[in-house]
């Protein structure tokens, strides 16, 4: 064997166990795509079946739970009774999730959501302002939504 041969050949006995644990060792991050028609939501059950209204978080243990609705996520959020900074919605353009403390979210109007909640979240701004004007809704901010909690369940009735 070579001595270019025997370097590579040591470089491989260290890189295969490293990229195994790295890769697969590691607690996943980041959002999954949804499988319509064949995820559920993980609060109400509901098959989720439209786009432009999921929503996902990854709780402490690295679990992923999937939701039909931004308003099924705002509930469980609260209910979990833990901290989390990975949470998603999907753009309800359709431009894929965005991180929830990014997204701009709308409330109320006359579109329906999965669930009836109402709130359609927006990677752009711009595009939730003019939703919101043209389908006679309101611009809510992340913290009064979370703060109203168990009144968005009421408010769904």
């Given at each position: 064997m070579t001595h270019r041969a025997r370097w590579i050949a040591a470089g491989l006995v260290?890189?295969?166990?490293?990229a195994i644990i790295l890769l697969g060792g590691g607690k996943a991050a980041g959002p999954e795509a949804i499988r319509f028609g064949r995820?559920?939501?993980?609060?109400?059950?509901m098959l989720i079946a439209a786009g432009g209204f999921a929503a996902e978080r990854r709780g402490r243990d690295?679990?992923?739970?999937?939701?039909?609705?931004?308003?099924?996520?705002?509930?469980?959020?609260?209910a979990a009774h833990?901290?989390?900074?990975?949470?998603?919605?999907?753009?309800?353009?359709?431009?894929?999730?965005?991180?929830?403390?990014e997204a701009t979210l709308v409330r109320g109007g006359g579109g329906s959501t999965p669930m009836g909640?109402?709130?359609?979240?927006?990677?752009?701004?711009?595009?939730?302002?003019?939703?919101?004007?043209?389908?006679?809704?309101?611009?809510?901010?992340?913290?009064?939504?979370?703060r109203a909690g168990p009144q968005l369940a009421e408010d769904h009735r």
């Open positions: 260290f890189a295969i166990p490293a995820d559920s939501c993980d609060r109400c059950h690295a679990v992923l739970h999937k939701y039909d609705d931004v308003g099924c996520l705002l509930l469980a959020l609260s833990e901290e989390t900074t990975q949470a998603w919605v999907e753009d309800h353009q359709g431009s894929g999730f965005v991180p929830l403390m909640y109402g709130i359609v979240a927006f990677r752009d701004p711009l595009a939730a302002s003019r939703f919101a004007a043209s389908s006679g809704g309101q611009i809510t901010r992340l913290e009064d939504l979370l």
